[in-house]
């Protein structure tokens, strides 16, 4: 059985004694492992998952989507309160990334660095490509960029040695699991395009994916795009569709309504999806 839990979103489901902010936090549990996908931007991951009675302290990865402040800001202080598991980012994590206006740049950062790794004696594995970290259980990054309209927003820019430079999202990875009914992923905002990505993976492992979770950035996603990525996704035969963080009401809201064959949820903090 895989256990889905959602340790902080956007929004707050049924249970109001939790905390929703900006951010996005997954608890995965399989037979085999147990998986801290995001930490979300501060502590409130943190304090929603001792009030949904879950320890984090015995998990066996930690694995950051990429370094955006809304889900890699709160690592630090999970690794505070005993989180110390090997840590699974991609290449060039720790680069700094800025949203730009103009000739503003407005810091997106994780806040942390590889310093900071070192200080606390955590082990850091760099996914390029596939890394298995058991049995059924794999990340994977390096998406090849096949729809074309599926692009990052041109604010979002990483500081190089060469300067700013626009942010294809190099350090972008997700979780993928196994199970009978087909492949299962988890991503974070899926900033190459959650198209992309479910193809990338699909080709990669041969088999079919049958349920997506995470943030879909479809929040910006005008009419046209949006129209593409439901067609693909229904010709993509994805089952189970659970979109949150950056997706966007609106792209929730015709996912919902056109997505027939499918189950489109919102997994909002707090929610939990059980998949036997």
Known sequence: MVVLRTLLENNLSRNRSLIAEH??????ETERVKILFDCSAGSAARKNAEKMNVSLTGVDYVVLSHSH?????GYPDMAAHGVHAP?????????????????????????FGESFLADNGIERRIC?????????????????????????????????????????FPDEICLVLESEKGLVLIVGCAHPGILNMIRSVRERFGQPVYAVFGGSHLVEADEARLTKTIKILKDMGIAVAGFNHCTGDAAQSRLAQEGEGAQ????????CFFLP
């Not at 951010?23 to 995965?28: I, K, M």
């Not at 489109?264 to 929610?271: E, F, I, P, R, V």
């Open 128 to 168: 390029e490509d596939c890394e298995t970290l058991t049995e059924g259980c794999h990340v994977v990054g390096g998406f090849q960029r096949v729809y074309g309209f599926e692009k990052a927003p041109s604010r979002f820019v990483r500081r190089t040695a060469e300067g700013m430079v626009l942010d294809d």
């Open 23 to 28: 951010g996005l936090s997954f608890l995965v």
């Open 69 to 73: 402040y809304d889900h890699a800001g």
């Open 87 to 111: 840590l699974i980012t991609g290449p060039r994590f720790f680069e700094e990334k800025y949203a730009s206006e103009g000739s503003k740049y407005t810091y997106l950062g994780c806040g």
């Open 264 to 271: 489109y949820l919102h997994l909002k903090t707090g929610d």
